[in-house]
Nanobody, 113 residues
Framework: QVQLVESGGGLVQPGGSLRLSCAARGFTFSRYGMRWYRQAPGKARELVAG????????NYLDSVKGRFTISRDNANDRLYLQMSNLKPEDTAVYYC??????WGQGTQVTVSS
């Protein structure tokens, strides 16, 4: 049974940092590309960052380039999103997604003073 469990969200002040984690179970993690999406209230879900199965290739939403870093640990079946210089417009529920068609439950990130 495939499971993706996100953690690491929370409330942070503008300019602060958070590190999201996604623990993967039930499939061969190292074989699949992974993505982070986010969805703000009243808005469509958007792709934030993606990473290839090996971790060699990454891509980012323009508005997070230079602030967010996606990475993965294939030995421990984990996906990460390091977020720095956070802005109020980064407030959203963040989801990890495996390119075999599975979503996590999401973790809330709120950027507010």
């Amino acid at each position: 049974q495939v499971q993706l469990v996100e953690s690491g969200g929370g409330l942070v002040q503008p300019g602060g940092s958070l590190r999201l984690s996604c623990a993967a179970r039930g499939f061969t993690f190292s074989r699949y590309g992974m993505r982070w999406y986010r969805q703000a209230p009243g808005k469509a879900r958007e792709l934030v960052a993606g990473i290839s199965s090996s971790g060699d290739t990454t891509n980012y939403l323009d508005s997070v380039k230079g602030r967010f870093t996606i990475s993965r640990d294939n030995a421990n079946d984990r996906l990460y999103l390091q977020m720095s210089n956070l802005k109020p417009e980064d407030t959203a529920v963040y989801y990890c997604y495996a390119l075999l068609g599975y979503w996590g439950q999401g973790t809330q990130v709120t950027v507010s003073s």
